[in-house]
Antibody
Framework: QLQLQESGPGLVKPSETLSLTCTVS??????????WGWIRQPPGKGLEWIGS???????YYNPSLKSRVTISVDTSKNQFSLKLSSVTAADTAVYYC?????????????????WGQGTLVTVSS | EIVLTQSPATLSLSPGERATLSCRAS??????LAWYQQKPGQAPRLLIY???NRATGIPARFSGSGSGTDFTLTISSLEPEDFAVYYC???????????FGQGTRLEIK
């Protein structure tokens, strides 16, 4: 059974960089057609896609966050990571890592089917 | 950017009743529409993808319909565990980009 687990600091100061890692177990992050991503949810609010990465390193970001986001992958550790720079209180949220499936050749697509439990990151001095 | 609008914001029903949740897109998303269920303190759970396909392990009482800009999630007979928040989500074709609706809270009447 595929499992995803977020890790990282729960408190970040304003203007600093938020850094989180997602560890994938029960499957390979390098599997063809699997994309890995970050989605966040401010307290009491809805869901916002941050960005996605393929094991090759190809990245896709939410245009509204693109200037501040970097997502990277470490296939040797079966992990991928999120960095969000210049954070403000508006970046306080539960951050989820998740997987979706997309085969470029066939168009086969499954949206976010596996999720981590989420980790709350608070931006405060 | 495609905006998804869900209605109603809150739906109050009793167990055994039928629930109908709506999601409207600001422009056509073809059939690239998914539905998720989220319970307090939990990650969202994929219910429906490509507008009408049930995800693995999802009970048959959940069904999805629609295409283009108007979509519906129907729960045929509510079970106590179905009371939660439901989100719709669309994806662009390529490059991949995703947006979510604001959610519908399904509460016990």
């Amino acid at each position: 059974q595929l499992q995803l687990q977020e890790s990282g600091p729960g408190l970040v100061k304003p203007s600093e960089t938020l850094s989180l890692t997602c560890t994938v177990s029960g499957g390979s992050i390098s599997s063809s057609s699997y994309y890995w991503g970050w989605i966040r949810q401010p307290p009491g609010k809805g869901l916002e896609w941050i960005g996605s990465i393929y094991y090759s390193g190809s990245t896709y970001y939410n245009p509204s966050l693109k200037s501040r986001v970097t997502i990277s992958v470490d296939t040797s550790k079966n992990q991928f990571s999120l960095k969000l720079s210049s954070v403000t209180a508006a970046d306080t949220a539960v951050y989820y890592c998740a997987r979706h499936v997309y085969d470029i050749l066939t168009g086969y697509y499954i949206p976010w089917d596996y999720w981590g439990q989420g980790t709350l990151v608070t931006v405060s001095s | 950017e495609i905006v998804l609008t869900q209605s109603p914001a809150t739906l109050s029903l009793s167990p055994g009743e039928r629930a109908t949740l709506s999601c409207r897109a600001s422009q056509s998303v073809s059939s690239y529409l998914a539905w998720y269920q989220q319970k307090p303190g939990q990650a969202p759970r994929l219910l429906i993808y490509d507008a009408s396909n049930r995800a693995t392990g999802i009970p048959a009482r959940f069904s999805g319909s629609g295409s283009g800009t108007d979509f519906t999630l129907t729960i045929s007979s509510l079970e106590p565990e179905d009371f939660a928040v439901y989100y719709c989500q669309q994806r662009s074709n390529w490059p991949p980009s995703f947006t979510f609706g604001q959610g519908t809270r399904l509460e016990i009447k």
